[in-house]
């Protein structure tokens, strides 16, 4: 990864090439997306198969096919792309360049596609080569986004793709980080969880501890440089800190005898629920990892703190009421509100990073649900629908995207979906039950 | 009394003292022998005394090993079988509660006793759910189920350094499968015996 990061940031060419081939009467209307309005549009979107630069012919063709594949894939995984098929296109897929003049724009508005993407290699060099890639409006018959790299290793490939996305996301929404981000989450192998990672589209995966112990319910660190979980083991619970780079784990004893559910907040100071009192209540830790002083002090249970971008709202499941209900606590005012209503079993919330949602699960007849509940109007709305149970909804760094564990296919896995409840997408971990995913933005992206 | 009578009263005394003279001379008994004799049996007797204090003291003490190694081995089978009846004790509870029913303090009552008779025993107290809820708030749930049976305890005497808790929550499930039966036996406080 370091080499990768290392190479690609050396010889990363990021080239704009923004506005401006064509005059087209209609070319100051810029074709963007508003994810979180209501009645989200769907925009056919097409990859053309990669041509080559300067050349008749590839030397190595896997390379440019892996860019198209990867591309369509991670596209796929943004519910307000529609990914337009090769046989979909009238006159055959091909284009004749990268650039806007090599395009025969009229049989892709045509065949309804609304942004292309070419993708052009230079293996002169030797694959797998220099690579442009562009997106082009094809309404507005102008090129939106354009982008080289150098490439030096296949293995760089992926992690070009997604930047290229990422920059792409930016521009059709204004939010890019869904594919700068990376998820922590539980893995259980045997009687042992350990904390993994992958990436949003389910491309590396990586195993961080090996403590043969229970490790449950990661947070990042806002710098993404450290996790923090609950960790079971001598008949006890310790907070654990995974510093990321050194990936050192650190292991700290506080008083009584639970640590649930740590969570940064936007100060960097950790919200934990401990017991010293004799009852599981919301504490402070000071930068030390020590207990500092209560959030939330009540003779019920309080679990599962969550904070938004500012660090003022911090929403909380809590057992006040004689069942768990979520809350949302004013941390200047010191006002709790509560949240959830309905049900008899609301635990797990999540808030936006603009604090305006809670995304929560509601044990059903039919399992727990995703709901998510709008703090401005006090309305709340369904997300996921099942089958089996769906828990652990995450907020996306992006405010949009919600990454749930699901039993829908038997065992715990990882979906993505968003706040308007779109289609859930596995993201692939393996065989093994994979739960409560967090996410945290890639250091040096 | 005449002279012949004398005479002849004289030759019986005289051969009465002769023959008296020759008994000394065959037996001759002598007086001290016969003094020594009671001292030694006093003596002899008291050895024996003594030599049967120590048999009985032996003895005594053999019996009091034997019985104390069946003790010894008695109170090991009795301390095995009171940790063995610890650890299959289980207590059970009601989904979102952690309210000890009333079977539950008859097993606690019976935990308490045992540990009062052993001193030695130390309990870890397990806190466990079932998968219905939702994990972190799992893990606080099984934290009041072990504290419930903690404070029980406490309530009966047993002193609290001897004793702690920890939930493991639903990560820990006696039964995986997902049905009433499984559920409710997964709602439970469980004890592990501290070697």
């Not at chain 2, 053999?62 to 207590?91: F, G, H, N, P, T």
């Not at chain 2, 606080?140 to 504290?147: C, F, H, K, Q």
Request: glycine residues 6%; proline residues 6%.
């Amino acid at each position: 990864m370091t080499y990768t990061r290392k190479v690609l940031s050396a010889s990363l060419l990021a080239i704009f090439f923004m506005g401006i081939i064509f005059s087209h009467a209609l070319a100051q209307e810029s074709l963007k997306i508003d994810i979180f309005g209501p009645g989200q549009d769907r925009i056919n979107i097409f990859v053309a198969p990669p041509n080559p630069l300067e050349d008749d012919t590839f030397i190595e063709k896997q390379s440019p096919e892996k860019i198209r594949s990867l591309l369509k894939e991670n596209l796929n995984l943004l519910p307000f792309l529609n990914n337009t098929r090769d046989g979909e296109i009238l006159g055959g897929p091909e284009v004749k360049g990268v650039r806007g003049a090599d395009i025969d724009f009229r049989k892709f508005s045509l065949s309804r596609v609304d942004m292309l993407v070419t993708i052009g290699v230079d293996q002169r060099e030797g694959p797998p080569g220099s690579v442009e890639i562009r997106a082009f409006e094809i309404f507005g018959q102008r090129m939106v986004l354009g982008k080289a790299y150098t490439l030096h290793d296949p293995d760089q490939i992926p992690q070009m793709v997604r930047r290229f996305c990422a920059d792409l996301m930016e521009y059709l929404t204004g939010h890019g980080d869904f594919f700068r981000s990376v998820l922590a989450f539980e893995r259980k192998i045997g009687e042992v969880k350990e904390i993994w990672t992958v990436n949003p589209s389910g491309r590396d995966l990586r195993q961080l501890t090996s403590l043969g112990a229970i490790a449950l319910s990661p947070d990042w660190s806002r710098d993404g440089e450290k996790i923090a979980f609950s960790l079971l083991r001598d008949n006890q619970h310790y907070l654990g800190v995974l510093n990321k780079t050194t990936r050192d784990v650190r292991v700290y004893d506080l008083p009584g005898n639970t640590v649930i559910a740590p969570t940064f907040s936007p100060n960097g100071h950790i919200a934990v629920s401990i017991d010293p009192m004799g009852r599981p209540d919301i504490y402070w830790l000071d930068t030390s990892f020590r207990m500092d002083r209560p959030i939330m002090e009540h003779w019920a249970i309080d679990v599962s703190p969550s904070f938004d971008r500012t660090g003022r709202r911090m929403a909380f499941a809590s057992g006040r009421l004689g069942n768990p209900h979520i809350f949302v606590l004013d941390l200047e005012s010191n006002q709790v509100r509560r949240v959830s209503y309905d049900g008899r079993y609301n635990t797990n919330p999540t808030i936006s990073p603009d604090g305006r949602y809670i995304a929560f699960t509601r044990q059903t007849p039919e399992g727990h649900r995703v709901f998510l509940s709008d703090l401005d109007t006090g309305r709340e709305r369904q997300i996921s629908f099942g089958p089996g149970n769906d828990e652990d909804p995450s907020f996306a760094p992006d405010g949009y995207f919600i990454a749930f564990s699901s039993s829908r296919s038997g065992n715990y896995k990882l979906y993505l979906t968003t706040r308007n409840g779109d289609t859930p997408v596995l993201i692939p971990t393996g065989d093994s039950h994979a739960t409560a995913p967090a996410w945290g933005i890639e250091q040096d992206f | 009394m005449n002279k012949k009578t004398f005479t002849v009263l004289l030759v019986l005394a005289f051969a009465l003292i002769l023959s008296f003279g020759c008994a000394k001379k065959e037996v001759a008994p002598p007086t001290d022998p016969q003094e020594i004799s009671a001292e030694e049996r006093a003596r002899l007797a008291e050895e024996e005394r003594r030599r049967e204090l120590e048999r009985q003291a032996l003895e005594e003490k053999r019996l009091q090993e034997e019985r104390m190694a069946r003790e010894r081995e008695m109170d090991q089978k009795q301390y095995q079988d009171v940790v063995d009846e610890i650890l299959a004790s289980r207590i059970h509870f009601d989904f979102d509660s952690y309210e000890l029913k009333p079977e539950a303090r008859s097993s606690l009552q019976k935990i308490a006793e045992h540990m009062k008779r052993f001193n030695n025993l130390r309990l870890v107290i397990e806190g466990h759910c079932d998968e219905r809820g939702t994990a972190e708030y799992n893990l606080a749930l099984g934290e009041r189920r072990a504290r419930a049976a903690y404070e029980f305890l406490i309530l009966l005497g047993v002193e609290s350094a001897r004793m702690q808790i920890i939930s493991y929550g639903e990560e820990r499930p006696l039964d995986p499968r997902s049905n009433e039966t499984a559920w409710a036996l997964n709602r439970r406080a469980e004890f592990k015996v501290l070697q």
